[in-house]
């Protein structure tokens, strides 16, 4: 049986992908957790990419008008990283004048529920703390990191703090008590998980707490006041079901939800940058968000 490390190792080396050339990245803090900030090289006076030289700290001078992208990445809660999903982050920062941070959030078991909740909050925040301008700001995330985001935007919502300007959910892991109809329909069809896999998983992060409580299976929590969510999943995931029951929720709650399921495609397609169908969801999602800061740009 693999060590926790040695998961960590083989799902960076299965996910993590090459930055484009006109992608530029620094390393920053954010919330008092380590994290990833990306920017997309601007043309120079000969029409060279220049990529910019420093990122923006939190706490510096914010940008007027500059959109803001906070990324939260998926892997059970267990694994998975910033520079893991930074091609991800990169496709969507495309269709933004701005800069997309990727938070690395503790990991369970070493750090179980609420640490990575805790956390992400703590850079929503600062972030809103730092002049960003929450009708500027967009949240997205893969999987787990998906449920992150919905939670994190609920306990902002409880905080009296506000909302982002929408929030884009790929295959989000919102249900820990595994009680959707497509983790025995889709059992044997998705080839990344048997149920077995999400249990594991989940019990790490968990940690004996109520599964069914809404910070840790959002799908059971009121979503009333949120902003408008994309949700995109693959048919061939045994996640597919929080995906649906997700989208119901957010409707009955009055909340705009746009659902995309996408035939035969597995678990966080997106992330295969070789897959013309993640070429094409990311694109979507990219222009969903752009819709709703308005201002943005066309993707290059």
Same mark, same amino acid.
């Given at each position: 049986?693999?060590?926790?490390?040695?998961?960590?190792?083989?799902?960076?080396?299965?996910? !993590?992908?090459?930055?484009?050339?006109?992608?530029?990245?620094?390393? !920053?803090?954010?919330?008092?957790?380590?994290?990833?900030?990306?920017?997309?090289?601007?043309?120079? #006076?000969?029409?060279?990419?220049?990529?910019?030289?420093?990122?923006? /700290?939190?706490?510096?001078?914010?940008?007027?008008?500059?959109?803001?992208?906070?990324?939260?990445?998926?892997?059970?809660?267990?694994?998975?990283?910033?520079?893991?999903?930074?091609?991800?982050?990169?496709?969507?920062?495309?269709?933004?004048?701005?800069?997309?941070?990727?938070?690395?959030?503790?990991?369970?078991?070493?750090?179980?529920?609420?640490?990575?909740?805790?956390?992400?909050?703590?850079?929503?925040?600062?972030?809103?703390?730092?002049?960003?301008?929450?009708?500027?700001?967009?949240?997205?995330?893969?999987?787990?990191?998906?449920?992150?985001?919905?939670?994190?935007?609920?306990?902002?919502?409880?905080?009296?703090?506000?909302?982002?300007?929408?929030?884009?959910?790929?295959?989000?892991?919102?249900?820990?008590?595994?009680?959707?109809?497509?983790?025995?329909?889709?059992?044997?069809?998705?080839?990344?998980?048997? #149920?077995?896999?999400?249990?594991?998983?989940?019990?790490?992060?968990?940690?004996?707490?109520?599964?069914?409580?809404?910070?840790?299976? #959002?799908?059971?929590?009121? /979503? !009333?006041?949120?902003?408008?969510?994309?949700?995109?999943?693959?048919? %061939?995931?045994?996640?597919?079901?929080?995906?649906?029951?997700?989208?119901?929720?957010?409707?009955?709650?009055?909340?705009?939800? !746009?659902?995309?399921?996408?035939?035969?495609?597995?678990?966080?397609?997106?992330?295969?940058?070789? %897959?013309?169908?993640?070429?094409?969801?990311?694109?979507?999602?990219?222009?969903?968000?752009?819709?709703?800061?308005?201002?943005?740009?066309?993707?290059?």
């Amino acid at each position: 049986m693999l060590t926790i490390a040695e998961r960590r190792e083989q799902f960076a080396a299965m996910f !993590t992908r090459p930055l484009p050339a006109d992608v530029g990245s620094s390393a !920053t803090t954010l919330g008092g957790r380590p994290a990833l900030e990306l920017r997309i090289a601007t043309p120079g #006076p000969s029409g060279e990419a220049v990529l910019p030289d420093e990122a923006v /700290l939190p706490g510096e001078a914010v940008l007027p008008g500059e959109a803001v992208l906070l990324y939260l990445h998926g892997g059970g809660f267990v694994v998975g990283s910033a520079r893991v999903t930074a091609h991800v982050s990169a496709a969507l920062l495309r269709h933004l004048n701005g800069r997309a941070i990727s938070l690395d959030y503790r990991l369970a078991p070493e750090h179980p529920f609420p640490a990575a909740p805790d956390d992400c909050l703590a850079a929503y925040r600062e972030l809103l703390d730092s002049g960003v301008d929450p009708h500027r700001l967009v949240v997205a995330g893969d999987s787990a990191g998906a449920a992150l985001a919905v939670v994190t935007m609920m306990r902002a919502r409880d905080a009296g703090l506000p909302m982002p300007a929408a929030a884009v959910l790929f295959s989000p892991a919102v249900d820990l008590t595994l009680s959707g109809a497509s983790m025995r329909s889709k059992d044997g069809v998705d080839p990344f998980f048997a #149920p077995a896999d999400l249990e594991w998983l989940f019990g790490q992060y968990a940690a004996g707490n109520d599964r069914s409580a809404p910070e840790l299976s #959002p799908v059971f929590a009121d /979503l !009333t006041g949120l902003p408008p969510l994309l949700i995109q999943a693959g048919s %061939s995931e045994l996640l597919l079901d929080d995906a649906a029951r997700l989208a119901g929720r957010a409707g009955a709650d009055e909340v705009a939800v !746009t659902l995309e399921v996408v035939p035969r495609q597995p678990h966080v397609f997106q992330l295969d940058d070789g %897959s013309a169908e993640a070429a094409a969801a990311l694109e979507r999602a990219g222009r969903f968000l752009a819709t709703r800061l308005g201002g943005a740009k066309e993707a290059s």
